[in-house]
């Protein structure tokens, strides 16, 4: 006889967990033919020579395993670029790994320092995830929000979050959602808060190169205080155009690398090979990400000078490809609703994918204020923005 199928029920590790705002919203936008301004990716493609360069690698052979840590040649190109932006000396061969995308690199990088009941400190609005990858850990998630508004950091909650049991703290800058990016000043003040502790700086950098109005990017690598505690996250697709390559980088002192790796290569063990040789070749030239900064500002100024004419309250837009609008003086009545239901409505009647702040909030906090994303064509985004008007 044969025996009934049963699935065994399991308890899940992460109870609390559904299908990303993300995922919702670009769902939505497909469904009802809206402009997906929700999901952070471009509608544009790379430089050609980039997809050459990896059609190249390929013809050359490069379709096997790559060593553990990445091709050398790209550890060697990210070493160079560290030493000439931020002033950072690493060794290619013990500081540096190349990852699956900057999320892959934060889970890693959690794994490899949290044990079950250590603390960690995430400042809200954060990207999501974050507080999935603590729990998966068993580490405990210690919430501090950022100044509602500017989203400055409150270096008071932060210091007074800090307890014998902190393990680590992330932070992220240039800032999703928000757009804020840290200064100096504020760099300087979080060197001094953590220099008599042992917590341990996860720095989640993805946005390096877009800063704008001639403000400098203040990577943790800048500061000796901070660069020798802390896993530096960047990612060339976002650098580059190519989100769906999830090719990214940790740099960090050779004790930290070494608990890094030793997670990284029981998780994925190496990044596809000719994508890192293609990267590795197009890093001879840095003029790509020193102009990123200019090419999306052009962007988010066409984007703000067209919201301009509207309702839209514009939160100051200092670095990423986001822009935050509250919604309070919109002369709708859905201006009320809660800013999931918001974008919900802005999706289905106006056509325009949007995401609501409160997503990146552990309570939903509900301020008002939503995030577009501006790193599209600009026809896609005077499209946007002639449907946003009557707004």
């Known amino acids: 006889m044969t025996p009934n199928p049963h699935t065994p029920t399991l308890t899940s590790r992460l109870p609390k967990v559904g299908t990303t705002i993300f995922t919702v919203m670009s769902a939505l936008a497909a469904e009802t033919g809206a402009v997906n301004l929700g999901q952070g990716f471009p509608d544009f493609g790379c430089d050609p020579a980039l997809v050459d360069a990896v059609t190249q690698a390929m013809q050359a052979g490069h379709n096997q395993y790559p060593p553990m840590p990445g091709v050398p040649a790209l550890r060697q190109a990210m070493a160079a670029k560290m030493q000439a932006l931020y002033g950072l000396r690493c060794d290619p061969n013990t500081d540096i790994t190349i990852t699956a995308g900057a999320t892959q690199a934060i889970l890693t990088a959690i794994l490899a320092v949290v044990h079950p009941g250590d603390e960690v400190i995430v400042l809200e609005p954060c990207y999501d995830s974050y507080v999935p990858n603590i729990e998966l850990a068993g580490g405990v998630v210690v919430r501090v929000p950022l100044t509602p508004g500017s989203f400055r950091p ?228 005077r499209e946007a923005l002639k449907r946003l008007a009557r707004l």
């Open 154 to 381: 409150d270096f008071d909650r932060i210091s007074a979050a800090i307890t014998p049991r902190t393990r680590a703290l992330i932070i992220n800058s240039p800032h999703n959602p928000s757009g804020q990016v840290w200064s100096e000043a504020d760099m300087l003040h979080l060197q001094d808060l953590l220099a008599p502790t042992d917590v341990l700086l996860i720095s989640d950098e993805v946005y390096e190169h877009m800063v704008f109005d001639g403000q400098q990017h203040q990577s943790a690598a800048r500061f000796a205080g901070l660069a020798a505690r802390a896993f530096i996250v960047s990612s060339f697709g976002k650098t580059y155009h190519v989100t769906g390559w999830k090719v990214g980088t940790v740099v960090a002192p050779a004790p930290l690398t070494a608990e890094f790796r030793k997670v990284h290569q029981f998780n994925v063990f190496t990044v596809n090979t000719p994508m890192q040789h293609a990267l590795a070749a197009y890093m001879a030239d840095p003029a790509p990400y020193l102009n990123l900064p200019a090419f999306y500002q052009r962007k988010r100024d066409l984007f703000r000078d067209g919201l301009a004419s509207t309702r839209f309250k514009l939160l100051p837009g200092a670095g990423t490809y986001f822009q935050c609008v509250d919604i309070a003086d919109l002369a709708v009545p859905e201006r009320d609703l809660p800013e999931a239901d918001f974008c919900q409505w802005l999706t289905r009647e106006v056509g325009v994918a949007a995401i609501p702040l409160s997503a990146f909030y552990g309570n939903g906090f509900d301020q008002k204020v939503v995030r577009f994303c501006f790193a599209k064509q600009d026809d896609t985004l």
